[in-house]
């Protein structure tokens, strides 16, 4: 698995064992407690340990969201505390594991959101391809046929060199 991710938790321990673990797959990862998150940041994959939080206050991925939304954030928590599991779904989170949880659970839940992430950037890229089709129609439907032709080369040029 090529990915990074940024795994914010409040134990020291933890998170240098799931660190271990995500760069044993291949992964690039980065640490944040949970109070502060790096300045800039960006991943596609969050495992957020939510286990010591409280239910008072924000909850921790609201920070997480404003920083880096476009990534998929994994809660991790404990099986007792369902109002924190309930609150970070509804902030955007879209998966949970529950401690303790075995190895072949983090990777099968990691590989389900890097599918989601490239999924997500294919219909970017549908949607970004329909703009510039939109625009040379507009151009053509001016008269400026070869103004049309050259902006939808141009994407095609674009598409060819990123593949």
Known sequence: MQATALIVSGDASFAETMR???????????????SA?????????VLLDIRQAS???PHPLLA???????AEV????RPDNIPLSI??????????????F?????????????????????????????????????FAQAGEFDTALS???DKEDEEREKS
């Open 20 to 34: 271990g673990l995500l760069q044993d797959w291949g992964i690039t990862v980065a640490l944040s407690g949970e």
């Open 37 to 45: 998150l790096p300045p800039t940041i960006r991943a596609e994959i």
């Open 55 to 57: 239910s008072a206050g």
């Open 64 to 70: 997480i969201r404003e920083k880096i939304p476009e």
């Open 74 to 77: 994994i809660l991790i928590n």
């Open 87 to 100: 609150a970070g779904m509804q902030a955007g989170a879209t998966d949970e594991l529950i401690a303790p």
């Open 102 to 138: 075995d190895t072949n659970s983090l990777r099968n839940s990691i590989s389900a959101a890097l599918g989601r992430r490239r999924k997500q950037q294919g219909k970017k890229s549908l949607f970004r391809r329909f703009g510039d089709a939109m625009a040379a129609a507009t």
């Open 151 to 153: 902006l939808l080369d």
